[in-house]
């Protein structure tokens, strides 16, 4: 049988107090309803319509996937209202799924598992079994076990409120069924709005069977209406990110303090110490080993190199056995070679260093291919920027640059070449030479330390020193 996938997210997110509309709040840094549409196309369903409302532009702008189809919720009358919104685009003789934009961590396998029982064409919903399940429509069940009805906790009386089996919302059914139990619903409960769980006691009434399957694990049927319960599910994604790192040979200090917002693929006996972050994609190689703080987004890190602290490494690549950091910053496009070691303050962007090439003090090094062998003395900067152009830095194998030197680019460094301490080389320097541009050191035998200067000195020595009106400066 076709499945068709309906995706309710037309909720305004009130009680998250924000301008972002709900669906779009990001856990585990993507969207909540990105979570979702991953577990929908596992289920490879004909078509996924998602309910839309409040923000609704947003969302779609969001999600501008060829997959999908929208259907406008202009008022929010209750979640049978909301998914009648998408039947007009649904055959009848497709199974329909209802998920929500805010239960982010449903599991395909669960999913499947439902779509499963209601193979024969009757109607599942997925329940979860609560200690305190206040606040959810719970599931009625007759002496004999089987699904009645659901109460709405609004709608309840003491003794349907003592029942633990909560109705998730997960549903599934029979198109054309479906599509005539919600044309019956009508809104005169205690919320004055259109049931979705009202369709069951239609369905039982015309002979349907009703199915509910416990959900396996609670997590995966929470929903988010507030910053804590985003939290609480941010904590469970993190714990499962941890486990798996765990599972696939990587050490972590601790398995509450680690990040993970994206996909990681680890080699074996990688180490990681505690608060770091790990975005997009990111590789790390065996017995790679992370230090406390480090951050790295979108990059791909070689066997044996170390990332020491608080390093942030964006858009990278490292080879084998480097030293990047304490501090370091690997931004864009920057390609660190085998051996090379990258020290504390040191920044590259767009920018090469070669097999075994150091920079390990307080550098900016932009749109630099240095070569193999390379020394970079502390403080050394790439002048890449002229105020409207960003200029390239050549460094040959073996050259040695001198710390607080600043390279004016366009500019090349020959091989071999040395640049004295202190130069500012706006001529490419030649190879094997020695390059320097340096004032001449003079020592004044008679000079002494100025004396505290008072009041008066002081306004006449400030005055001495404007600007002239004609913009030349003064004697
Ligand atoms: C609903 C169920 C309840 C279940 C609970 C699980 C109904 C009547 N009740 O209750 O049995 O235990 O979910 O969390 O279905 N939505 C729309 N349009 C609407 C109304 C809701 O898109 O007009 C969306 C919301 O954005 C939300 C979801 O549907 O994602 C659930 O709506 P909500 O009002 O939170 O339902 P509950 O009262 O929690
Ligand atoms: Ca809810």
Not at 34 to 56: D, F
Not at 311 to 327: E, L
Not at 403 to 427: F, H
Not at 462 to 469: L, Y
Request: hydrophobic share 40%; net charge neutral.
């Amino acid at each position: 049988m076709s499945l068709s996938l309906v995706i309710l997210a037309a909720g305004q997110g009130k009680r998250m107090h924000s301008d972002l509309p709900k669906v779009l709040q990001p856990l585990a840094g993507r969207p909540l309803l990105g979570h979702v549409l991953t577990a929908a196309r596992q289920l490879a369903p004909s078509a996924i319509h998602i309910v839309y409302g409040h923000g609704g532009e947003q969302v779609q702008a969001a999600f501008p996937d060829a997959d999908l189809s929208w259907a406008l919720q202009a008022e929010q009358l209750g979640t049978g209202h909301a998914v009648a919104q998408a039947m007009p685009n649904i055959p009848d003789d497709h199974q329909v799924l209802i998920l929500y934009g805010d239960v982010p961590l449903i599991a395909a396998t669960t999913l499947r598992n439902l779509v499963e029982q209601a193979a024969d064409g009757g109607l599942a919903l997925l329940s979860v079994l609560l200690e305190d399940a206040t606040g959810y429509g719970r599931v009625l069940r007759d002496n004999a076990g089987n699904v009645y009805r659901i109460v709405e906790e609004k709608d309840a009386n003491r003794k349907e409120r003592t029942v633990r089996e909560a109705n998730t919302g997960v549903l599934i059914a029979k198109a054309a069924q479906l599509r005539q139990w919600l044309a019956s619903l009508k809104n005169d409960n205690a919320q004055g709005e259109y049931y979705l769980t009202d369709v069951i006691t239609v369905a039982v009434r015309d002979g349907v069977k009703v199915q509910a399957m416990p959900a396996p694990t609670i997590p995966e049927v929470l929903g988010v209406n507030d910053r804590l319960q985003l939290a609480d599910l941010e904590t469970e994604v993190r714990r499962r990110a941890a486990r798996t790192l765990m599972m696939a040979g990587a050490t972590l200090a601790d398995p509450q303090r680690i990040d993970v917002r994206g996909h990681v693929q680890v080699g074996r006996d990688v180490r990681i110490d505690v608060n770091v972050v790990l975005e997009g994609e990111v590789v790390l190689g065996d017995r790679v080993t992370l230090g406390p703080g480090v951050v790295i987004r979108n990059a791909t890190i070689a066997a044996d190199t170390q990332i020491r602290a608080y390093s942030v490494i964006d858009g990278a690549r490292v080879d084998a056995q480097c030293v990047i950091g304490p501090f370091a910053r690997l931004r864009p496009g920057s390609h660190i070679a085998d051996g090379a070691h990258v020290g504390n303050f040191v920044e590259l962007k767009n920018a090469t260093l070669g097999l075994g090439s150091k920079a390990n003090h307080l550098s900016y090094l932009g749109d630099a291919t240095i070569g193999a062998g390379v020394n970079i003395g502390a403080g050394t900067i790439t002048c890449n920027y002229d105020g409207k152009n960003k200029w390239p830095t050549v460094i040959e194998d073996g050259a040695f640059v001198g710390s607080g030197s600043m390279l004016v680019a366009p500019v090349v460094i020959g091989a071999d070449a040395t640049i004295g301490a202190g130069s500012t080389i706006n001529k490419s320097a030649p190879r094997g030479q020695l390059s320097l541009e340096r004032g001449r050191q003079q020592s004044f035998a008679t000079w002494k330390r100025p004396e505290k200067a008072d009041a008066n000195e002081r306004a006449a020595l400030i005055d001495r020193a404007r600007i002239k009106e004609d913009g030349s400066s003064p004697e």
